[in-house]
């Protein structure tokens, strides 16, 4: 690269790039509805707009007692939409969880200056990679299973901690009665510990009374995981 700008940490890894697109803070999402669970078959969400043109990344804020996770995010025109479970411990009589408020933050990749002051970052071709006139997405740390365990530590200082992502895992539980079988589709969820993210399981389906022969056989595949923690300290 003859020039421009390109920084990496201690270890080598690249942190910026003025060769490639890196996220900054743009607000928070809004909270749309809420539905505790659509039917007797499927899980509760909670559905987040966001008004932005480009590209976005939510984060999801970890809490200590809620399980969460962002389950899927959608753009119609300028309007995305996000789809978010979080949850305590309390069911319905199906098993599914009572949803509650989230608090989703949007980063996006810049497509114009945000502010009067700051600095501005353009690659070769003279578009627009990083705007500094506002909050970049700051990495905190990487927390890693390597096996379906429940907890993953981390050692950096982080005060407000958030989860980039989501993990694209599921199980599935069988639970026999009589000739029947109910089966249960459950995603992974997070909450935060004491230095540490603790993964846990979300119910989304529930199919009841199946024959035995059409039951799908119970299945793991929650095995190694890294996830992105965000500092989102000072972020309003």
Do not use: C
Request: hydrophobic share 40%; glycine share 10%.
């Amino acid at each position: 690269m003859a020039y421009g700008l390109q920084i990496v940490n201690p270890s080598g890894e690249l942190v910026l790039s003025s060769e490639t697109y890196f996220p900054v803070y743009l607000g928070k999402a809004t909270l749309s509805g809420s539905v505790v669970a659509p039917t007797t078959t499927l899980g509760g969400y909670s559905l987040y707009t966001f008004t932005y043109s480009g590209q976005i990344l939510p984060v999801l804020k970890l809490d200590s007692t809620k399980r969460g996770t962002i389950i899927s995010y959608s753009q119609a025109g300028s309007t995305w939409t996000i789809k978010v479970s979080f949850r305590d411990t309390s069911t319905n009589a199906q098993g599914f969880f009572t949803q509650y408020l989230a608090e989703v933050f949007v980063f996006g990749f810049p497509t114009s200056l945000g502010g009067t002051w700051g600095g501005a970052i353009y690659d070769a071709s003279g578009n627009l990679v990083g705007d500094l006139t506002r909050a970049p997405m700051l990495v905190a740390s990487r927390v890693s299973w390597a096996t379906s365990g429940a907890t993953a530590t981390y050692s950096e200082s982080i005060t407000v901690p958030g989860v980039l992502g989501r993990a694209v895992d599921y199980r599935v539980r069988s639970f026999p009665h009589a000739s029947l079988v109910d089966s249960l589709y459950e995603m992974s969820t997070f909450r935060l510990g004491t230095g540490s993210v603790i993964r846990d399981y979300d119910l989304r389906r529930r199919i009841n009374n199946q024959a035995a022969g059409d039951a799908e056989s119970p299945t793991e595949r929650l095995g190694a995981l890294d996830l992105w923690l965000i500092e989102l300290n000072g972020l309003t």
